[in-house]
């Protein structure tokens, strides 16, 4: 084994009982729980190493790094998971890859994700991302739509051809009233999710909790977790 996979493994090993111990300190089986890989920054080698290691479900930000990544690692069994910022003229790309988009926050992107997805023959599992520091109708400035905004997004999602209302994402916010109250803020998710199943009951994700505050989240009810930085290591620069 090399140097990095025997590293990934460590590290991967270090957070599957992490999330083990916040599934037993919940009273949750470990199975409702799903561990996505953040692979930003990081090389297709490494991707190719977590998948080997055992990991199924990874993730990107920013699709001109994820695509060339995704098409390097296409003979892999992962599912890949679009988790950042959308502009409308990377939609063809990111549906070339992505079997989820969990940053689905604005209307027009719902309409351009629909029309590439059956332009492709695909099926797009979506999540709505819920900025839980904006007010009640603006959008957050790491984007992500105002809890008042999910209903009329989420039905809009339902009805679009080549899309897959799966559930909310939400990136614990650094200000308003939930800055530094994590637990409180996936809590919150927690009521937001149980709102939007009263009319969409098959969208039962929650995607919550990151390196720092999966405990939290785990705790809270997430049934997915996106880790980064505790299985690659620190990431050079912004990422
Ligand atoms: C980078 C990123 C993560 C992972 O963050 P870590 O702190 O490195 O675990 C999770 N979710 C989103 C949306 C991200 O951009």
């Known amino acids: 084994m090399t140097d990095r996979k025997d590293e990934l493994g460590r590290n991967l090993a270090k957070v599957e009982e992490r999330i083990a111990a916040a599934c037993a300190a919940a009273g949750r089986r470990r199975e409702e729980v799903t561990l996505i890989v953040v692979t930003k ?16 479900h990874v993730a990107e930000n920013r699709d001109q790094d994820a695509a060339p990544k995704a098409a390097e ?27 989820f988009v969990q940053s689905v926050d604005r209307s ?8 590439e997805a059956v332009r492709a023959g695909r099926e797009v599992g979506c ?6 520091d904006a007010g009640e109708s603006a959008r957050g400035e790491r984007g992500g739509v105002a809890p008042g905004g999910i209903g009329e997004l989420a039905d809009l999602v339902a009805g679009a ?25 996936f809590e ?13 009951p098959a969208a039962t994700m929650v995607s919550a909790g ?13 049934t997915h977790v996106r880790v980064g930085t505790a ?9």
């Open 127 to 132: 999540l709505i991302q819920v900025a839980l």
């Open 231 to 239: 299985v690659l290591g620190v990431r050079p620069g912004l990422g």
């Open 188 to 200: 919150r998710m927690m009521d937001l999710s149980t709102d939007l199943r009263r009319t969409h």
């Open 41 to 56: 920054t990081y090389p297709a080698a490494d991707v190719r190493m977590l998948s080997e290691l055992g990991v199924r």
């Open 210 to 222: 990151m390196s720092a505050d999966l405990e939290q989240a785990v705790a809270a009810g997430a």
């Open 73 to 99: 690692c296409a003979d892999l069994p992962l599912t890949w998971h679009f988790v950042g910022q959308l502009q409308t003229n990377k939609v063809r790309s990111v549906v070339g890859y992505a079997d």
């Open 161 to 185: 051809p080549g899309l897959r209302l799966e559930g909310l994402m939400t990136v614990a916010p650094l200000t308003g009233e939930f800055a530094g109250r994590e637990l409180a803020a």
């Open 108 to 115: 027009k992107l719902v309409t351009a994700l629909s029309k």
